[in-house]
């Protein structure tokens, strides 16, 4: 692959929660709000593009049978210095997303890009691969937090958009509203996919 | 076979010392900032505005009070003074945890009260409960009904309109407020 | 007492998936059937509760002695996932069954967001140790709950006729939703 469809896989094709499906924990969470969902995306490219380099500057180095520690050790590091990042210069945000940015360690993108692409892969390359998975990951967030942004709170970004008239459908920020419409918009990718396909 | 391991586990240990050692660095670097932050959380002007208006800071006039209040109550954080740009007091401002816990954990409020003993604004410091849910009593729909109120004696559950779905969460911020009550008329008034 | 309203909060009330998000990985990869659901989700309060006492522990008595806390996210990660490697052993050697049947998911248990949110969350609420040990039995046993309740609502679902897009997570997590509207019915529960 070269390095453009290496970026536009993590964004489209394997999209990590659109289409691989996994990590979503925060994404059901946090996007109660366009802000949210942002600034975690890019909480997550930061870690997963800092872990992916690491490792695969390291790859030579670390032996098979202790990579997967290595990995969770590199990968905390990164989620530890974006905590610290955060908690001093993002406060806000570090309030808003809570235990949700220690939590990135456990996010399976992470640790299933390390394994499947940084540890046999060049440093550049690897590079590409985290930020077009971390972006995928953002465009995923950015999706459904507006719409439940948009649908619970008739605002964007905090705001205001629909008229006052409007009664905002609580359901949409509280947790049902989450599994329903990522459930939704996952159903919606699935046929639009399908229909590129025909 | 041995010496296998003690390969593996000494490349473990240099990973998790350079990190250790960089994230170490890195606490140091953004420490004040951090502590700077926090403490800032509960001056941000809204809040100041929220919990009495007008007013521009809130200073510690009366430590030694708070003090006395702290070795009696164990729930209550600080006892301050709301200023305005003048300077000039505008009235008390009790901050506390709530005694009832909410859904999940304490609630950390503002309850400012005005010279003549009524509450003049509450307002959340902090608090975990659940967004859209729990967290609505940090909206002002909720927070409105307690300004005005005298400081005479506690709220009681039926005397207060709770935020619908979010009682547990409702009952520790009421629960905040008395506290803050409490304390006013026991030592302040 | 407290201590069972605070079982009960964790376990139905503020239910660890329904109403926390955590723990949703293994919850929509789990397998249709309802024993290894409840086979896995009986490893994870295992793990959950043991991470909980463990993680405190050192918390306490180390990171917070030492002012490390900030290393709290790799210490406790790697003693998450030293426990779960245990875990792992054990089931093999004593359970053969089921450790096939768990498969891929078991050493997966490690990157379940549950066991380090529950873990981080007793240091967050402040909880005493007890209350921690609660809180951790309490809300594993709603992710054993909720599991197994899915399993069982998928089992009718897989027979539903739907269109093609929906098929999969698609209508996994519309299910859900619906399932936690019920548990968001639990809110105002009293005790």
New interface residues.
């Given amino acids: 692959m070269n390095k453009l469809e290496i970026f536009k896989n993590g964004v489209t094709t394997e999209n990590p929660i659109l289409v691989q499906q996994v990590g979503m924990c925060a994404t059901l969470a946090i996007t109660t709000s366009l802000i949210n969902g942002i600034g975690m995306g890019v909480a997550v490219i930061a870690v997963l593009t800092g872990s992916n380099i690491v490792i695969s500057i390291l790859r030579k180095y670390i032996p098979d049978e202790v990579r997967i520690p290595a990995f969770v050790i590199i990968i905390a590091a990164f989620t530890t210095i974006i905590d610290l990042l955060m908690h001093a210069y993002t406060f806000s945000l570090y309030k808003a997303l809570g235990v949700f940015i220690p939590l990135i360690v456990v996010n399976c993108i992470i640790l299933a890009r390390a394994e499947a692409f940084a540890f046999k892969n060049g440093v550049l390359d690897s590079t590409i691969d985290g930020l077009g998975m971390g972006v995928g990951y953002l465009v995923a967030m950015i999706l459904l937090s507006s719409v439940r942004e948009v649908l619970g709170n008739g605002s964007i970004l905090g705001f205001r958009i629909l008229p006052e008239a409007y009664e905002p459908m609580m359901m949409a920020v509280q947790p049902p509203g989450a599994f329903i419409l990522l459930g939704l918009l996952i159903g919606l990718v699935n046929y639009l996919s399908r229909r590129k396909k025909a | 076979m041995k010496n296998n391991f003690v ?2 586990a000494g ?2 240990f240099l ?2 010392a350079i ?2 050692g ?3 660095w ?2 140091d670097t ?1 420490k004040d ?2 502590a700077q ?1 926090e403490a ?2 509960s001056m941000d002007p809204a809040i100041l505005e929220a919990v009495m208006p007008g007013s521009t800071a809130f200073m510690e006039k009366d430590a030694d009070l708070a003090e006395t209040i702290k070795a009696d109550n164990s729930k209550f954080i600080n006892l301050l003074t709301a200023v305005d740009e003048s300077g000039n007091e505008l009235g008390k401002v009790v901050r506390t945890l709530s005694t009832v816990k909410g ?4 609630l950390e409020l503002y309850v400012g009260f005005t010279p003549d003993g009524q509450i003049s604004g509450v307002s959340v410091i ?1 608090h ?1 409960e ?5 967290s609505r009593v940090t909206l002002p729909a909720f927070t409105d009904q307690f300004i005005g109120r005298d400081a005479s004696g506690e709220i009681s559950y039926s005397d207060y309109d709770a935020v ?5 969460s409702s009952e520790s911020f009421l629960s905040a407020v008395n506290n803050a009550i409490a304390i006013y008329t026991e030592y302040v008034k | 007492m407290e201590l069972v309203s605070l079982f009960i909060t964790s376990f139905i009330v503020n239910n660890i998936i329904f109403m926390q998000f955590l723990g949703t990985c293994p919850f929509l990869g789990v397998s249709k059937k309802i024993d290894t659901a409840a086979g896995m989700g009986i490893a994870v309060i295992f793990v959950i509760t043991l991470a909980s006492v463990i993680t405190y522990i050192i918390h306490y008595a180390i990171l917070v002695n030492l002012e490390l806390e900030y290393l709290q996210t790799i210490v406790f990660i790697l003693i998450i996932a030293a426990l779960v490697q245990f875990v792992e052993m054990f089931l093999k050697k004593s359970a053969p069954g089921l450790y096939q049947a768990l498969g891929i998911f078991l050493p997966l248990i490690t990157t379940n967001c549950a066991v380090l949110g529950v873990a981080i969350n007793n240091i967050i609420y402040e909880y005493s140790f007890i209350e921690s040990l609660v809180y951790s039995v309490g809300t594993s046993v709603g992710f054993l709950l909720a599991i197994v309740l899915f399993a069982g609502v998928r089992d009718k679902v897989d027979y539903a006729d739907l269109p093609e897009s929906l098929k999969g997570s698609a209508i996994s997590l519309v299910t859900a939703g619906l399932m936690s509207v019920a548990f968001l019915g639990f809110a105002g529960l009293q005790l």
């Fill in positions: 390969k593996l490349i473990l990973i998790a990190s250790a960089v994230l170490a890195l606490n953004t900032l951090i932050n800032m959380a859904f999940s954990g304490d902090s975990s659940t967004e859209g849910v729990g619908s779905g979010a009682t547990y």
